[in-house]
Structure formats: C-alpha cells, structure tokens
C-alpha cells in the first residue's frame, strides 16, 4: 500500500465536488418538469399569471453547455458556483431576515425563454415561424 493518501482521495474537511452549500438565497420559483397528465405530455412549465403564453422554461436551442431542462427545477436569484450539471446543497439560513429586499413576496410576470446563444428575439418557435414565414427548408 502507498504511504501516504494520494491527491485524489475525497478526504473529510475537503470543500470540492459533494461540499457545495449555499445559503441566503431568494427562490424564485420552483417548477414542475416535463410530465403526462391524462395522458397528454405537458411542456408549459414557463407560463406566468401575466405572460400566458404555453412555453417551456429551457431557452430556444437549450442552455449553453447543459441542453434541455426536463426534469423539476429552481430558479434563484443571482448565480451558483461550480460547472452546470454539479450537485449543489441550498440550506436555510441560520439568520433572521429582517431586511426589506429579503421579506418582500415574489410575483413573477415574464420569464425570458429567447436563445441565449446569439441576439435572441423570439419566445418560442411558433413565433419565430409566423415572424419569418415559409423557408427554403420547410
């Protein structure tokens, strides 16, 4: 055996791949994924009380470098360490919120499901061929 642990052993005391915890984060929303319903697929997971447009929370073209979101999901607010697909811990915090910004109650009105890849300016695919018309392709 060797005499000392090698460099890749997950080791106690270690903050990497299953120590990621973060706190004092706003949910936003916590939505259902891709699922049957009467046994119909249901994708609209996106749609507000304001926008009621049917539409899937995954961006046109999918994410950048993670694809489709098919499974249930959390949208906070600002951003989260580590690479997309990474396990990460939200905990309650310790402290009692008694700022104004941390009480007050979310109300979503409009999520941006455009493509995130280039100048992205429609919705859904629905609007972008009734916007551009028969193509050569089609």
Known sequence: HPARVGYGVPRAGQKGYHHRTELNKKIYRIGDGIHTKDGKVVKNNASTSYDVTEKSITPMGGFPHYGEVKNDYVMIRGCCVGPRKRVL?????????????????????????SSKYGHGRFQTAEEKKNFMGPLKKD
């Open 89 to 113: 811990t939200l905990r309650k915090s310790l402290l009692v919120h008694t700022k104004r910004v941390s009480l007050e109650k979310i109300t979503l009105k409009f999520i941006d499901t």
